[in-house]
């Protein structure tokens, strides 16, 4: 089974700052998607940035960025110019491909962007 | 419509009573999940119905107890639940239909269940 790991409870940056929040999962596997979502106070969860295993070139999705890294199974998110609105805690998932696979999160990290 | 829409978005029942959450979605979306979460944790995945077909059960308790009507509803039924049962339920959706499945799940706001 796969596992997705977040060391960073929590993290904090200023605003217009750049933060990366690290993630690392565990997979025997060659096909998957590996997301970012990020779930503010209003509790629902939003899609930040997704990306496809079989891909080498890193997703980007304006402010947000990823750097894969698979042969280390590493999925870090870089957010830069921090906006107050991007504080949430936010999670790594992980998923196979497939139409009904199970989506696994990480324990997630909570960001809060300060003035 | 992108959006996942979920009722009722808070529900307090008592232990011996009978209730339902309910999830709909109109964007074609092929696969349907309960997901339940607790307070700082991460989601848990209940169940997954893919094509109207219980695909996947997380070994989830008797007590709740998921339906599929059709493949734009889905509910989840709720009767002699513990207080431990409190939590945010999250209903998501997947896989567009015509076309390929990107993985994406969309997520509706949740249901806050209160069991006392």
Not at chain 1, 14 to 35: I, M, R
Not at chain 2, 8 to 24: A, F, I, Q, R, Y
Not at chain 2, 55 to 76: A, Q
Request: glycine share 4%; hydrophobic share 30%; net charge positive.
């Amino acid at each position: 089974a796969q596992t997705v790991t977040q060391s960073q409870p929590e993290m904090s940056v200023q605003e217009a700052e750049t933060v990366t929040l690290s993630c690392t999962y565990d997979t025997s596997e060659n096909n998957y998607y590996l997301f970012w979502y990020k779930q503010p106070p209003s509790r629902q969860m939003i899609l930040v940035i997704r990306q496809e295993a079989y891909k080498q070139q890193n997703a980007t999705e304006n402010r947000f960025s990823v750097n894969f890294q698979k042969a280390a199974k590493s999925f870090s998110l870089k957010i830069s110019d921090s906006q107050l609105g991007d504080t949430a805690m936010y999670f790594c998932a992980f998923m196979y491909t497939g139409t009904a696979s199970k989506l696994t999160f990480g324990t997630g990290t909570r960001l809060q962007v300060t003035l | 419509d992108t959006e996942v829409t979920q009722t009722p978005k808070h529900l307090v029942m008592g232990m011996t009573n009978k209730k339902s959450l309910k999830c709909e979605q109109h964007m074609g979306h092929r696969a349907m999940y309960w997901y339940k979460q607790k307070a700082k944790k991460p989601p848990e995945l209940m169940f997954v119905y893919s094509y109207e077909k219980l695909s996947i059960n997380e070994s989830v308790p008797s007590r709740f107890s998921p339906e599929c009507p059709n493949s734009s509803l889905l509910n989840l039924h709720l009767h002699a639940l513990q207080p431990e049962d409190s939590a945010l339920y999250l209903c998501a959706s997947s896989g567009r239909s015509p076309g390929p499945a990107t993985g994406e799940l969309f997520f509706g706001e949740g249901s806050r269940l209160t069991v006392l």
